[in-house]
């Protein structure tokens, strides 16, 4: 198991996209620090810092596509039967490569929140302080539960993609649906609230629970979701599970 994590990350870290990618979120993370620093009118501070300056939306877009190639990719270029003939059950394939993304997610998370408190302390030294109070609570704790909240919701759109790239062998098609998925959300969120207010049993649907985000951000979000924030923590963990054992079960019985 530990051979195939590491033979994953390798080929992860080799990837030129993997850098460039990187490099290109972390153009926009310090951009949009400097431009908010320059305008804060218009781009406020606060609220930017919690979102580590745009950063979490294209870390989750980087997360989906790497997470339908590093599936999809082994059937499209044929590379499976290589790892099968060293006698490594298909199980532990897809386990290696969900520990690889877990690591890879979390590392993306924890780098950016480490950049964003660097422009905050460069540029906004004077103009906020994390203990400032917010939501109830101090800006450090907001920022913080935002950064876990984005990455549980990101990662029960990854169990979808998993499962979606076990069942298909282009990972390009697991690419534009887990992306369409992702803002597809925000679109059919008006819908949702309208769904789960008419039929309180609908609160539990897999789609209610990506609102975990927005109820951190503003807690009059609980009247529509009808969920309470570990509610919302437990659900996604459950459904996570749920997703990623269909996808394992695909996987272990799909045709090389």
Not at 210 to 228: E, G, K, P, W
Not at 241 to 251: K, P, T
Request: net charge positive; hydrophobic share 55%; proline share 2%.
């Amino acid at each position: 198991m530990f051979t195939l994590i590491r033979q994953e990350l390798y080929k992860l870290i080799k990837k030129t996209s993997t850098w460039i990618c990187l490099l290109l979120v972390l153009i926009i993370n310090i951009g949009l620090a400097i431009v908010s620093h320059a305008m804060p009118e218009h781009f406020l501070p606060k609220e930017l810092f919690v979102a580590d300056y745009g950063a979490n939306t294209f870390i989750s877009l980087i997360l989906i596509s790497t997470t339908a190639s590093i599936v999809a990719s082994e059937f499209e270029y044929g590379t499976i039967r290589n790892i099968l003939f060293q006698s490594y059950s298909r199980q532990r394939i897809l386990i290696s490569k969900w520990i690889t993304i877990l690591i890879y997610s979390v590392s993306m998370y924890i780098f950016f929140a480490i950049v964003t408190f660097l422009d905050k302390l460069v540029l906004f030294s004077n103009k906020f302080s994390l203990t400032d109070k917010v939501q109830g609570g101090r800006l450090w704790q907001y920022w913080l539960q935002t950064n876990w909240a984005d990455l549980l919701t990101t990662w029960l759109i990854l169990s979808v993609v998993f499962l979606i790239a076990a069942l298909l062998k282009k990972g390009s098609t697991a690419i534009i649906v887990g992306i369409v998925g992702y803002f597809a959300v925000a679109l059919i969120g008006p819908f949702m609230n309208f769904v789960v207010s008419k039929w309180h049993f609908m609160k539990w649907n897999p789609l209610n629970f990506m609102n975990y985000t927005d109820q951190i951000a503003n807690h009059t979000v609980s009247h529509t979701t009808l969920l309470s924030l570990n509610e919302m923590v437990l659900g996604n963990i459950v459904y996570i599970i749920i997703f990623l054992a269909i996808g394992l079960l695909i996987f272990s019985n799909k045709e090389v």
